[in-house]
C-alpha cells in the first residue's frame, strides 16, 4: 500500500467531503538557493533540513528529464506519487490546478503530465 504524503491525503479528504475544485499553491517539491522551497519565504532558516522521527534529513540531488533539482524524501515522494493522486481524482470528476515555482520539480512533473504551463509562485 503507498502511504500518501500529507497534502495528497488532504486533497483526497477533500474530495471525500464534497469539494470538486481543489487548487495547490507552492506545492514546488524542490528548494533552491540553500533554502527549503524554491522560492524565497519570509523568515525560512537558510539550510534548513527536514527532520523525520528525530533524525536529520537532508537535500539531495533528483534528476527529472536531464534537469537538476534539491529535494528531501518527503518532497521526491510528492512529487513521484502526484500524478496518480491527480489524475484519479480528475477521472472522479475533481478539477485540480496547482501553481508553483516555474523552476521545481513539481513543475517539472506537470510538464511530463502535459498540464496546463505552471504559473511562478
Same mark, same amino acid.
Given at each position: 500500500? !503507498?502511504? =500518501?504524503?500529507?497534502? =495528497? ?15 495547490? $499553491? ?33 537535500? !539531495? ?7 537538476? $533539482?534539491?529535494?528531501? =524524501?518527503? +518532497? ?5 506519487? $502526484? ?6 481524482? +480528475? ?20 510538464? +511530463? ?9
Amino acid at each position: 500500500d !503507498t502511504i =500518501l504524503p500529507q497534502v =495528497l491525503r488532504c486533497c483526497a479528504i477533500a474530495y471525500a467531503m464534497g469539494y470538486r475544485k481543489l487548487h495547490l $499553491f507552492g506545492y514546488d517539491s524542490s528548494a533552491k538557493n540553500g533554502s527549503a522551497h524554491a522560492y524565497e519565504v519570509p523568515g525560512e532558516i537558510p539550510g534548513a533540513i527536514e527532520n523525520i522521527g528525530g533524525v536529520p534529513i537532508g537535500y !539531495t540531488d533528483v534528476t527529472l528529464n536531464g534537469k537538476p $533539482f534539491k529535494s528531501t =524524501l518527503s +518532497m521526491s515522494r510528492q512529487a513521484e506519487i $502526484f500524478p496518480d493522486v491527480c489524475n484519479a481524482l +480528475m477521472e472522479s470528476g475533481c478539477i485540480v490546478t496547482v501553481d508553483v515555482h516555474e523552476d521545481s520539480l513539481m513543475a517539472e512533473v506537470l510538464r +511530463m503530465m502535459n498540464a496546463t504551463q505552471p504559473m511562478a509562485a
